[in-house]
């Protein structure tokens, strides 16, 4: 089992930075690799980026590459997203979750409950 907290969102101005952290307790932490996802109102959940559980690997939205990147420190069972050059169209819940490393939501089998993230223009 593993339980993840989200923290670190809030409001920004466009152009704005935030960083989102996702804490994680169990001890399979380290075996899995992590993926943030982002749900705006009356759209689907879509994948915004993820990690390899050695964290050498990573991937990002097209929407996101060059703005966001993912970390983790598996020592503090942690993950990081950190959010550059912030536009209005990031406004989300913003969620992280551990599983396969994948695009697909349906393949993490955890989430955490989810931080707003709201960028203003």
């Known amino acids: 089992q593993v339980q993840l907290v989200e923290s670190g969102g809030g409001l920004v101005q466009a152009g704005g930075s935030l960083r989102l952290s996702c804490a994680a307790s169990?001890?399979?932490?380290?075996?899995?690799?992590m993926g943030w996802f982002r749900q705006a109102p009356g759209k689907e959940r879509e994948f915004v980026a993820a990690?390899?559980?050695?964290?050498?690997?990573?991937y990002y939205a097209h929407s996101v590459k060059g703005r966001f990147t993912i970390s983790r420190d598996n020592g503090k069972n942690t993950v990081y997203l950190q959010m550059n050059s912030l536009k209005p169209e990031d406004t989300a819940v913003y969620y992280c979750?551990?599983?396969?490393?994948?695009?697909?939501?349906?393949?993490?089998?955890?989430w955490g409950q989810g931080t707003q993230v709201t960028v203003s223009s």
């Open positions: 979750a551990a599983g396969a490393l994948t695009t697909i939501p349906e393949q993490y089998d955890y």
């Open positions: 990690i390899s559980w050695s964290g050498v690997s990573t």
């Open positions: 169990g001890r399979t932490f380290s075996n899995n690799a």
